[in-house]
Nanobody, 126 residues
Framework: QVQLVESGGGSVQAGGSLRLSCAASGYTRSFYYMAWFRQAPGKEREGVAATSGFGDITYYTDAVKGRFTVSQDNARNTLFLQMNSLKPEDTATYYC???????????????????WGQGTQVTVYS
């Protein structure tokens, strides 16, 4: 059974940094893509960043470009999201997602991902 477990969320002042981790277990092959999504209260879940299984391709939503960095440690099956220069509008629950089956769709499409974590809360206060 595949499990994705996020950690690293918390409360931070605007301008600060957080590093999210997503530990994957129960999957014997490499995922095609792994991604971070976020959902703020009253808003739809949106893609934040994604990386290919080999880590050679990365994507970011415009709102976080230059501030967030997605990376992975394949040896430990862990996905990371380094978040710098955080803003109050970054406040949301952040979810890790993984694509285990080859399919089409854009990296920010929820339907592309087979597995989801439970989420970790990030709160940025001014």
């Amino acid at each position: 059974q595949v499990q994705l477990v996020e950690s690293g969320g918390g409360s931070v002042q605007a301008g600060g940094s957080l590093r999210l981790s997503c530990a994957a277990s129960g999957y014997t092959r490499s995922f095609y893509y792994m991604a971070w999504f976020r959902q703020a209260p009253g808003k739809e879940r949106e893609g934040v960043a994604a990386t290919s299984g080999f880590g050679d391709i990365t994507y970011y939503t415009d709102a976080v470009k230059g501030r967030f960095t997605v990376s992975q440690d394949n040896a430990r099956n862990t996905l990371f999201l380094q978040m710098n220069s955080l803003k109050p509008e970054d406040t949301a629950t952040y979810y890790c997602a993984a694509q285990g089956a080859l399919s089409g769709g854009s990296w920010w499409s929820l339907a592309k991902y087979n597995y989801w974590g439970q989420g970790t809360q990030v709160t940025v206060y001014s």
